[in-house]
C-alpha cells in the first residue's frame, strides 16, 4: 500500500542552524501538508502546497519556514534559523483532491 | 475560530470491552471530520473519515458518527483489544474559503489492559 515517507526520522541540531526536513508524499496525490506536533501539544496545521505554490500557512509559517517540490517526488520544509521553540516532531501529508490526508512518520527535531 | 475538543483525555478498559471517544467541535461548518490513531512516537494513521452530510462510517470494529448540528462525533469501538492501545486523535476540515487544513483535538489516551 502506498506510503508518505519522511526522512530523516530524527534530527538534532544547534539553535541558528538551518535545517531541511524531507518527505515523499504519496505519487499520484496532488496537495502536500506539513503539521507539527510539540510534545504532549496539538497537532499543528503549518503550510499547504497545491500546483507549486503554497495554497495556505498558518501564523506560524513565518518567515523563517519555506517549502519546495525540487522534483517530481520530494516535498521539504526547510527552517533558515533554527530555535528552541522550533522542536517538535513534523509531519507530512498528502492527499488525492481534498479528502483524505495520509500522514507520514514524523521527523523528531530537536534544537539545542 | 473552529476549536476541537476530545473526552475523555484518557481510558483504560480491559480486554473485550465496547468504548466511546467523544470529539466536538465548537463550529458547525465543517467539510469533513477524520478521525487518527497515533502511536507512541509514530505518525497519524488514518481511521475513518466522515463528509458533513455523511451521519456516520464504519470499518471493521470501528464505527465513527458524526452530528455535525450539535458539534459532536464518536468513535465506537468494538471488543477493544490491547493492539488497540494508542492515543486517538479527531480533526475537522473546515469549510471555509478553499482551506484544506485540518484543525485537531487534544486526543484521547487509551490503554486497553490484557
Known amino acids: 500500500e502506498p506510503e508518505v515517507t519522511q526522512t530523516p526520522s530524527h534530527q538534532v541540531t544547534q539553535m541558528g542552524q538551518e535545517v531541511i526536513l524531507r518527505c515523499v508524499p504519496i505519487?499520484?496525490?496532488?496537495?502536500f501538508y506539513w503539521y507539527r506536533q510539540i510534545l504532549g501539544q496539538k497537532v499543528e496545521f503549518l503550510v499547504s502546497?497545491?500546483?507549486?505554490?503554497?495554497?495556505?500557512k498558518s501564523e506560524i509559517f513565518d518567515d523563517q519556514f519555506s517549502v519546495e517540490r525540487p522534483d517530481g517526488s520530494n516535498f521539504t520544509l526547510k527552517i533558515r534559523s533554527t530555535k528552541l521553540e522550533d522542536s517538535a516532531m513534523y509531519f507530512c501529508?498528502?492527499?488525492?483532491?481534498?479528502?483524505?490526508?495520509?500522514f507520514g512518520p514524523g521527523t523528531r527535531l530537536l534544537v539545542l | 475560530k473552529q476549536e476541537v475538543t476530545q473526552i475523555p483525555a484518557a481510558l483504560s478498559v480491559p480486554e473485550g470491552e465496547n468504548l466511546v471517544l467523544n470529539c466536538s467541535f465548537t463550529?458547525?461548518?465543517?467539510?469533513?471530520l477524520q478521525w487518527f490513531r497515533q502511536d507512541p512516537g509514530k505518525g497519524l494513521t488514518s481511521l475513518l473519515l466522515?463528509?458533513?452530510?455523511?451521519r456516520e462510517q464504519t470499518s471493521g470494529r470501528l464505527n465513527a458518527s458524526l452530528d455535525k448540528s450539535s458539534g459532536r462525533s464518536t468513535l465506537y469501538i468494538a471488543a477493544s483489544q490491547p493492539g488497540d492501545s494508542a492515543t486517538y486523535l479527531c480533526?475537522?476540515?473546515?469549510?471555509?474559503?478553499?482551506?484544506?487544513?485540518?484543525?485537531f483535538g487534544t486526543g484521547t489516551l487509551l490503554a486497553v489492559q490484557p
Open positions: 502546497f497545491y500546483n507549486n505554490e503554497i495554497s495556505e
Open positions: 466522515i463528509q458533513s452530510s455523511q
Open positions: 463550529d458547525s461548518a465543517i467539510y469533513n
Open positions: 501529508a498528502s492527499s488525492e483532491v481534498q479528502e483524505t490526508q495520509y
Open positions: 505519487s499520484n496525490h496532488l496537495y
Open positions: 480533526a475537522v476540515r473546515v469549510m471555509v474559503g478553499a482551506t484544506n487544513k485540518l484543525i
